[in-house]
């Protein structure tokens, strides 16, 4: 009964680092979404995919890159790490036009 | 342009003071609203969906309801417990994307 699983929980980053955020859901759902939170901001969409193999550019897009080679996962990569990407990331799932489930988020911090 | 803005962003109340938060959207064809609570360091939890106007849903002391324009999350004599960040999102007629607005902070006071 996991929901959705979001690796690691925590990171700090050098500038200019690479990493890898993975999202697992076992639910079965068709859609995934990746959310980056700032204080005051809300939750403003980086990228989301559609299904198995599919991927598309949300509100803010720009160093970030994602994947989805299997249903049941979602990953969100940063190439070259930079303090404007200091953020908690939220990662969601959900079928048809139903809620988003979300999992707990990953705080990563830049230096 | 799709938006969604949430008012008012802070919101202090004292316990067992009713009040209302607001979200107003401008979507090209909603599919639905939904409401969430976030408490900090944890992520979204679902409360509520709307999917046409005039629909009303009740949780315990939370009413959601729904216009052509905007929602209204309304709390009825609020505990200490509600505090949180309550945040409304809209799902456009492109169903694919899922927009938020900034959520608006309650803190109930004992």
């Known amino acids: 009964n996991a929901g959705v699983t979001q690796t690691p929980k925590f990171r700090v980053l050098k500038t200019g680092q690479s990493m890898t955020l993975l999202c697992a859901q076992d639910?079965?759902?068709?859609?995934m979404y990746w959310y980056r939170q700032d204080p005051g901001m809300g939750l403003r969409l980086i990228h989301y995919?559609?299904?198995?193999?599919?991927?598309a550019k949300g509100e803010v897009p720009d160093g970030y890159n994602v994947s989805r080679l299997k249903k049941q996962n979602f990953l969100l990569g940063l190439e070259s790490a930079a303090p404007s990407q200091t953020s908690v990331y939220f990662c969601?799932?959900?079928?048809?036009?139903?809620?988003?489930?979300f999992g707990q988020g990953t705080r990563l911090t830049v230096v | 342009e799709d938006q969604v803005t949430q008012s008012p962003e802070a919101l202090r109340l004292q316990e067992g003071e009713s009040s209302s938060l607001n979200c107003s959207y401008t979507?090209?064809?909603?599919?639905?609203l939904f409401w969430y609570r976030q408490d900090p360091g944890k992520g979204p939890e679902f409360l509520f969906t709307?999917?046409?106007a005039g629909e009303e849903k009740e949780k315990e002391r939370l009413k959601a309801t729904l216009t052509k324009k905007e929602s209204f999350l309304h709390i009825t004599a609020p505990k200490p417990e509600d505090s949180a960040t309550y945040l409304c999102?809209?799902?456009?007629?492109?169903?694919?994307?899922?927009?938020f607005g900034s959520g608006t902070k309650l803190n109930v006071k004992p």
């Open positions: 969601a799932s959900k079928t048809g036009s139903t809620e988003a489930f």
């Open positions: 639910m079965n759902h068709e859609y």
């Open positions: 995919s559609v299904g198995e193999g599919t991927t």
């Open positions: 979507v090209s064809g909603l599919r639905g």
């Open positions: 709307l999917y046409s």
């Open positions: 999102a809209v799902q456009a007629y492109n169903f694919n994307k899922f927009y």
